[in-house]
Nanobody, 117 residues
């Protein structure tokens, strides 16, 4: 079992940047990791994912070219670099871990990102 703690959210102007961090309480080298977000009144949506090896990443279309997901398995950290932020990126962002063999999964508590127009 791993506990996930997100940080790095905040208020930023349209076009600005933020870097979200997700700190895991244990070894994440066997976990596929992803970020999701939930805007007010909307369902949670997938944003970006990175495989356990770090060799493959995937993004929703709306953030391609602006967001970059990365991981540091030695430090048990996952990051989401968000550039050229838009008001529609405003949401609570959640870190998610999925164990690649058992499918067990864990969520963080979320961090708020607000982009002003």
């Amino acid at each position: 079992q791993v506990q996930l703690v997100e940080s790095g959210g905040g208020l930023v102007e349209n076009g600005g940047s933020l870097r979200l961090s997700c700190a895991a309480s244990g070894d994440i080298s066997n976990y596929n990791m992803d970020w999701s977000r939930q805007a007010p009144g909307k369902e949670r949506e997938f944003v970006a994912a990175i495989r356990w090896s770090g060799r493959t990443a995937d993004y929703i279309e709306s953030v391609k070219g602006r967001f970059t997901i990365s991981r540091d398995n030695h430090g048990n950290m996952v990051y989401l670099q968000m550039n050229t932020l838009k008001p529609e990126d405003t949401a609570v962002y959640y870190c998610h871990a999925v164990e690649r063999e058992t499918g067990s999964d864990y969520w963080g508590q979320g961090t708020q990102v607000t982009v002003s127009s």
